[in-house]
């Protein structure tokens, strides 16, 4: 079993900034790609970014890439997702996963994903 939380959500302004944290326990995390999902109202389910279980490996959406960091704290277990030059269009909920590793690789599919956090509202004013 995984659990996860996130937190780190709120209010902001476009152009602005925010760091989601998905903290993450259970005995077999480790084994997990972690990955940041979000859902706007209306629409479908849309991957953000994934980072693999060493935390060296890292893959983007475009719509994201260039503005958006993820990062994994082994020590405190934690996946952090740096959100920078926020726009309108990124608001929605966030939520983290456990996404379960192809292979070597982690593939930002929620299909793949055994476990969900119950995800943190972002809200980009313009």
């Known amino acids: 079993q995984v659990q996860l939380v996130e937190s780190g959500g709120g209010s902001v302004q476009a152009g602005g900034s925010l760091r989601l944290s998905c903290a993450a326990s259970?005995?077999?995390?480790?084994?997990?790609?972690i990955g940041w999902f979000r859902q706007a109202p209306g629409k479908e389910r849309e991957g953000v970014a994934i980072?693999?279980?060493?935390?060296?490996?890292?893959y983007y959406a475009d719509s994201v890439k260039g503005r958006f960091t993820i990062s994994r704290d082994h020590a405190s277990s934690t996946v952090y997702l740096d959100m920078n030059s926020l726009k309108p269009e990124d608001s929605a909920m966030y939520s983290c996963a456990a996404v379960a590793p192809r292979g070597r690789g982690c593939y930002l599919r929620s299909d793949d994903a055994n476990y969900w956090g119950q995800g943190t509202q972002v809200t980009v004013s313009s």
């Open positions: 980072v693999a279980r060493s935390g060296n490996g890292t």
């Open positions: 259970g005995y077999t995390v480790s084994s997990y790609c």
